[in-house]
């Protein structure tokens, strides 16, 4: 059956409630696209993850996204993961391939590349020396991503030290390793500034770094979305730092998704972002 014969449904799995926007950007994508379908969030608590999982063939789903909880135990659900996914160590995005099996796969590395080139066509990984500040799960897409992209030298700074060596041993080169105590002078000569902590999201504190050391023409990067404009990225754009914040990767991560789902390559459309700029 193609895709034109039948009435297309994908969601996104979380647990226990959902504040996920990606039911808003799927469907502004099957209205822009004529595309007669639907896409719902699903409360899955983590015991019921793999039946709604295997559920997806029979129900007509095209696939879904998965949130927290269900990025890191999904891999014990799915038939195959991709090599990204594998090495982002999450999947976001399970595609039910013709058979009714189930591929999972990580488009949150893509999201994210993508948001920064959106903003600055110019941009090159291998620019210059890249200082990404924390080691948790948004870090690992971004590492990757950008390790793919051709980084050449990564500063990895993370409160808790033990973490961002993990990741140091587990990614290699071109990602070292810096101790908290020494995150601002790790700005100098840095093309590129990346907070990935939690640090600066609406309800939280700032993150507690200095910019002095960092070079004016570096592009600096909060892949925060709550609020727009962190207090890092307003402190980036009053010394004169070009800035791009976490809502691009949002909307970017669910193109290939789409694409993967229901055969059409979506556009981020100023209207779709300010949409979703809205619910912010
Ligand atoms: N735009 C997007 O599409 C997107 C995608 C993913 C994530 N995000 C955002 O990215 C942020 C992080 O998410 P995550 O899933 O990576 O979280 P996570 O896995 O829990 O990691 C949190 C990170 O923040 C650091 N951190 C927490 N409190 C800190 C403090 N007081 N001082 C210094 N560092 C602190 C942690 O350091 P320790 O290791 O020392 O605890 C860790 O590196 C969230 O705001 C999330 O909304 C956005």
């Not at 961002?164 to 908290?180: D, M, N, R, T």
């Not at 993967?260 to 949409?275: D, I, S």
Request: a neutral charge; proline letters at 7%.
């Amino acid at each position: 059956m193609s895709h034109a014969d039948r009435y297309l449904m994908a969601g996104v799995m979380g647990w226990p409630v959902m504040h996920s926007r990606s039911p808003k950007i799927h469907n502004y994508w099957f209205a822009k696209y004529g595309l007669a379908g639907t896409y719902v969030p699903l409360a899955i608590s983590p015991e019921g993850l793999r039946a709604a999982l295997r559920a997806l063939p029979a129900l007509g789903f095209s696939g879904c996204n998965l949130t927290i909880p269900h990025k890191e135990a999904a891999f014990e659900a799915v038939d195959r993961v991709d090599p990204l996914a594998r090495r982002i160590g999450a999947i976001n995005c399970v595609v039910v391939a013709p058979d009714g099996s189930l591929d999972g796969r990580n488009t949150d590395g893509f999201g994210y590349i993508e948001s920064i080139r959106e903003g600055h066509p110019g941009w090159r990984a291998d620019a210059g020396p890249i200082v990404v500040i924390g080691a948790g799960g948004g870090a690992r897409a971004v590492l990757v991503s950008l390790a793919d992209q051709g980084a050449k030298e990564i500063r990895l700074v993370n409160r808790s030290p033990a973490r961002a060596q993990a990741l140091v041993q587990e990614f290699g080169a071109p990602i070292k390793a810096i101790a908290w105590n020494d995150r601002h002078a790790a700005l100098d000569g840095a093309a590129m500034l990346v907070n990935t902590t939690s640090q600066g999201m609406a309800g939280q504190s700032p993150l507690d770094l200095s910019l002095d050391a960092l070079p004016p023409a570096a592009l600096v990067s909060d892949i925060i979305y709550i609020p727009r404009e962190t207090p890092l990225l307003t402190a980036a754009r009053q010394r004169g730092n070009r800035t791009v914040n976490g809502l691009g990767m949002l909307l970017h991560q669910a193109r290939p998704a789409f694409h993967a789902w229901f055969g059409v390559m979506p556009e981020v459309t100023a209207e779709l972002r300010a949409m979703i700029d809205a619910t912010i």
